[in-house]
């Protein structure tokens, strides 16, 4: 079931120099208009936290002969729900973990009749809907939670430029700058909040769509109103877009180096490294502009190349219209024409 996301967390105004037409070899997108798309089972977390999923077996009976005879097994669902990763399986006083939640998660087990589940150090990987089964005797129990990190919604493309992505390029792409693919909610929920982006990008489930809160002729017509354009599913190795990622605040400091002349990449990356840092990712400088409100009107080197600067603050000759992470482009990277932004990791 697709539910809607909208938390302030998840708000992004974004802009950017140049909005683009979308794919002219695409077959003509779907309107999404802005509807009531249900509620389930939520529960919000941050990158690195401790998280409880909630389930309980309710008794008909009214009769508990302790954990001895309970069945208890978490598993994690796809993005299209289509496979389900193995989580935890509890058999009385046996429990087994899986996968990258082995050694992270365990039972709460606050009485006979607890099935929830413990997650320490929530990752972006984590997000998604859970399913929890109990089994004990007569009684039974199928429980459904959908655990989502606090975050920021973000279109990306690469060097070469638009569309020039598959699922697979677009998965890593996202990998690469700190952040995942974003699921239908989180773009819907960064629509909500004045997202505006004519260049349509692959989501988690293998859909591609883009959200238009200006509708104008160069995205999809005046005439369709805003809302989210979707392409629907298409072929995850043939189909080239740009994509929708998603991000979320990590323990460390994203900061502008002070240095006396400006850089080349090489150098800036050498720069942040000298000073105990690594030169900072694409999702690093959205997370910091977000949610920590980071503002700095110098354009500087990112780890994919690019040059971009965010603004939180707007005013005369820096983002004057609207708050916004700045893209200045992939300039040739000999050019010493640029600072740099760094990110330290505590440890």
Known sequence: MIALLCTALLSLTL??????DTNSTASTPVYAAETELGDQNRVFASRGSNITLPCRLHRQHGMSFGRVGMRIKWTKLSADESLEEDVLVSMGFHKKSYGSFLGRVRLLEADDDDASLLISDVSLDDMGKFRCEVIDGMEDVL???TLEVQGVVFPYSPRLGRYNLNFHDAEQACLDQDSVVASFDQLYGAWRSGLDWCNAGWLNDGSVQYPITNPRRACGGVNSGAGLRSYGQRDKSKSRYDVFCFTSAVNGRFYWLVQPDKLTFNEAAQACQDDGAEIAK?????????????DRCDSGWLADGSVRYPISRPRRNCSPTEAAVRFVGFPDKKQKLFGVYCFKGQQ
């Open 282 to 294: 694409v999702g690093q400088m959205y997370a910091a502009w977000k949610l920590n409100g980071y």
């Open 143 to 145: 429980h459904e939670v």
């Open 15 to 20: 802009a950017s120099s140049v909005y683009s």
